[in-house]
C-alpha cells in the first residue's frame, strides 16, 4: 500500500505547503481551516467532541457539503488504535495508522502501515514532548517519514488566540490528504491534553 500513500489525485494532489488553523478554545467540536500558499481555504474538519468512535471526515468546504476523505477509528476501544484515511467518493483506501499505545503517552507516535497492516513509515512527535505535557504553550513540531525518506513536516507557530500549524508536504512521498489527515491527527492529541 506505499503506492497508495503515494497516489494523489485531485486537484490538490501537487500542494505542499498548507497552513492549519483552529480556534484556542473550542466548545461543541473542534474545527481546523486548512489553507493553501495563497490563504484560499482548500480543507476543512470538523470533529464532534461527543462521539463514541473516533469518526471524522475532511471536506473541501467550510459547509461541509464535499466530503474528501473519512478518517474512522477500526476499535472502539484500544491501546494500539489502528486509524484508515479513505477516499470518501471511492471508499478506497488512502492509508493507515496505528497508535503506539503506552509509549506514546510521553511522545505521540503512529506506525503508518500498509495494505496487510505491516509497518512501512511513522508519524512522530519531534519537539521536547514531556516538557510539553507540562507547560502546554510550548510550540510543537511533528514529521512523518515513509520508507525511512523524510515525507511531511508539521511545525507550530506562536499565534495569540488562534493555533497554527505548517505542513511542508515532500514531493513524490505521500498524499496530501493523508499528510493532513496525519496532522488533524496529532493536532486532536493535543487537544485532548489541554482539557
Not at 473516533?54 to 476523505?69: G, H, K, R, T, Y
Request: with cysteine.
Amino acid at each position: 500500500m506505499t503506492g497508495a500513500l503515494t497516489n494523489a489525485s485531485g486537484p490538490l494532489a501537487t500542494q505542499r505547503s498548507f497552513t492549519i488553523t483552529r480556534p484556542f478554545f473550542t466548545l461543541f467540536g473542534r474545527s481546523f481551516r486548512v489553507t493553501d500558499e495563497r490563504g484560499e481555504l482548500v480543507y476543512f474538519v470538523r470533529h464532534k467532541v461527543l462521539s463514541l468512535k473516533d469518526e471524522w471526515s475532511i471536506f473541501a468546504d467550510e459547509a461541509m457539503q464535499v466530503p474528501l476523505v473519512r478518517v474512522k477509528a477500526r476499535q472502539f476501544v484500544s491501546l494500539n488504535v489502528e486509524t484508515d484515511f479513505t477516499d470518501a467518493q471511492t471508499g478506497a483506501r488512502i492509508g493507515t495508522v496505528r497508535n503506539r499505545g503506552l509509549r506514546s503517552i510521553f511522545r505521540d507516535t503512529w506506525d503508518v502501515l500498509d495494505g496487510a497492516d505491516q509497518p512501512v513509515g511513522v508519524v512522530t512527535e519531534d519537539s521536547n514532548a514531556l516538557l510539553r505535557r507540562l507547560i502546554p504553550l510550548l510550540l510543537g513540531h511533528w514529521h512523518i517519514e515513509i520508507a525511512g525518506r523524510p515525507a511531511a513536516r508539521l511545525d507550530q507557530r506562536f499565534r495569540f488566540f488562534i493555533k497554527e500549524f505548517h505542513l511542508t508536504v515532500e514531493p513524490q512521498t505521500v498524499d496530501p490528504r493523508f499528510a493532513v489527515g496525519c496532522a488533524c491527527l496529532a493536532l486532536l492529541r493535543e487537544i485532548h491534553r489541554e482539557r
